[in-house]
């Protein structure tokens, strides 16, 4: 995504460029949070601190929840990691509540300087596809008579920099404001890919989900594997499972996979989502148990022909029909998921995802 609205009034062209020879995640969040004060709160003229406020909400969740790598050298992830740390927030903190409670502690001084991540010249370097010098005091001087029609101008006030937006631009920000996000978004997934390159859906980690897809077709083939099966026991705990008394767990955490795919649930006591929360299984110990559960329940389905078989499909990314997984011996089997298990585990072990040792 290259391309922009064009205006018959501004230069477009250099906003095209904002993203070029960029070599940490600054300018796309400063970027959306210049687009969210302005059209979510109608800010014309926002503060630094304005900004590193709504640059942290926006990346909160991709490094806290997703733990995704923003590079070396950038500083933005750090400062998230060491606030949750701290301070005892939430993961998945709502955006909103993180934006108040950082403004609440506006005047902690570790809060500040926590926040303090933003290097100096990323304000300056930001508006150099309109004014295209090395110098940042040339750049604000530049700025003030909003040369080249360029984004907006920089004043300092009481050792405080803010940025005033360019009046030409106000319309056309409003007017295109979810095409601007989403440019913004497409080149951070794809500087994002680059640093994660193991990672899967990138671009679907960027921004807190409101509610998950509910597993209702899942837990439908499983509420079948239970009434039409040997009683089956959790792997975790050895309880035995009832319909209607168990949760469906993500084997390898839903913050790592980001998708419901059947391989990767398991029916579990309901005591485990909370302590297992999104740490990651011991393979060592919970994929036998985990590969035979599975094949049983495809089994189950085949033989007892389950209605919705077409869900037994998200086996065939496996690298198997449902077919051959039932019928695989032991030693096939195991291997079978352990290629697909054992190299997810450790990507997510190296992104900081702890192992859980019930």
């Known amino acids: 995504m290259n391309t922009l609205p064009q205006s018959r009034t501004l230069p477009i062209e250099p906003l095209t460029r904002i993203f070029k020879n960029t070599s940490a995640t600054y300018k796309f969040y400063w970027f959306m949070g210049i687009l969210d004060l302005y059209v979510k709160k109608d800010m014309k003229r926002m503060s630094i601190w304005d900004l590193m406020v709504e640059m942290t909400a926006n990346a909160w969740y991709p490094v806290s ?29 709502n955006p909103n ?22 290097p100096k ?23 003030q008579s909003l040369e080249n ?8 006030e009481d050792d405080t920099i803010w940025v005033e937006l360019n009046s030409r631009w106000l319309t056309y920000l409003k007017e295109n404001y979810v095409i601007l996000k989403d440019f913004a978004y497409w080149n951070l997934s794809s500087f994002l890919q680059v640093r994660n390159p ?7 980690k960027l921004v807190k989900v409101e509610s998950r897809q509910a597993l209702t077709k899942q837990r439908n083939l499983w509420d079948f594997v239970l009434e039409h099966s040997q009683p089956m026991n959790c792997i975790y705990t050895g309880n035995t499972l009832e319909v209607g008394n168990y949760d469906l767990d993500h084997f390898i955490p839903w913050s790592f996979v980001s998708h419901n795919l059947l391989w990767n649930l398991i029916p579990a006591d309901s005591s485990i989502n ?3 929360s999104d740490r990651l299984p011991d393979l060592d110990r919970y994929l036998l148990p985990y590969a035979q559960t599975h094949q049983m329940a495809v089994r ?5 022909n389950y209605r919705n078989k ?15 997984l039932s019928q695989m011996s032991k030693t096939n089997l195991v291997n079978c998921f352990k290629r697909t298990f054992v190299p997810m585990s450790q990507i997510a072990q190296n992104m900081g995802f702890e192992v859980w040792r019930n």
């Open 97 to 118: 509540e993180l934006r108040r409670w950082l403004h609440n502690h506006k005047n902690d001084t570790m809060v500040r300087r926590t926040l303090d991540f933003l």
């Open 149 to 156: 029609s360029c984004l907006y101008k920089l004043t300092k």
């Open 65 to 93: 929840y997703f733990r995704l790598s923003f590079g070396k050298s950038d500083s933005l992830r750090d400062a998230i990691i060491s606030l949750q740390e701290v301070n005892n927030l939430p993961m998945n903190i």
């Open 300 to 304: 189950t389905c085949i033989e007892g």
């Open 310 to 324: 077409e869900l037994l499909d998200d086996y065939i990314s496996l690298g198997c029909t449902p077919q051959e």
């Open 121 to 143: 010249n990323v304000p300056y370097w930001f508006l150099r596809p309109w004014i295209d010098v090395a110098d940042t005091k040339e750049i604000m001087h530049r700025s």
């Open 274 to 276: 909370s302590s297992k």
């Open 198 to 204: 193991n990672v899967p859906n990138i671009a679907t």
